[in-house]
């Protein structure tokens, strides 16, 4: 039986580079919290376990999945556009959470943690239904890719121009 899972993410740094060490930090710690635990399967694709490249293409998110001899096993493009709002969102209540950190009652705290942990699960549960028919992952490994595409995202944004 094949082996569902991601056991390498590689980030193209030509399209997807990031804007400093906290940037390629947060990426560092987001792979390996994917690496670590998850359950990821390619449509019609019984061989695994996979390797994913990410890229960046026409402001749109390529996953390339292939084998870990590099057999490439399939190939599609992600627009990010549906997911800008959810970021920004999700950017802005965690820098409120890093403020409440210093100054709040652990009571409002934990309401804002609980509105982030909200927002991260409206974007992982829409980055699963972008991902239907194409390829089978559980909650919390959408959960995972999710927080690795904040993660690209705030290499992205944060870059020098």
């Known amino acids: 039986m094949a082996d569902k899972r991601l056991v390498a993410v590689e980030i193209d740094e030509d399209t997807l580079s990031s804007s400093g060490p906290d940037a390629e930090h947060e990426r560092r710690v987001a792979i390996f919290d994917l690496i670590e635990e998850n359950s990821f399967g390619v449509r019609d694709d019984d061989r695994g376990p996979y390797v994913l490249h990410l890229s960046m293409m026409e402001r749109k998110l390529v996953f390339d999945i292939r084998l870990e001899d590099q057999t490439k096993v399939h190939m599609f493009i992600l627009s990010i556009s549906p997911f800008r709002g959810i970021i920004r969102d999700y950017f802005m209540i965690c820098e409120n959470y890093y ?5 709040q009652s652990p009571h409002q705290i934990e309401a804002i943690d609980m509105a982030r942990r909200g927002i991260h699960n409206e974007g992982s549960n829409l980055l699963a239904e972008r991902l239907e028919n ?5 909650f919390d490994t959408s959960r995972r890719l999710f927080t690795l595409i904040c993660a690209l995202h705030a290499g992205q944004t944060r870059a020098p121009t």
């Open 134 to 138: 194409k390829i089978d992952v559980d």
């Open 99 to 103: 403020s409440a950190i210093k100054t």
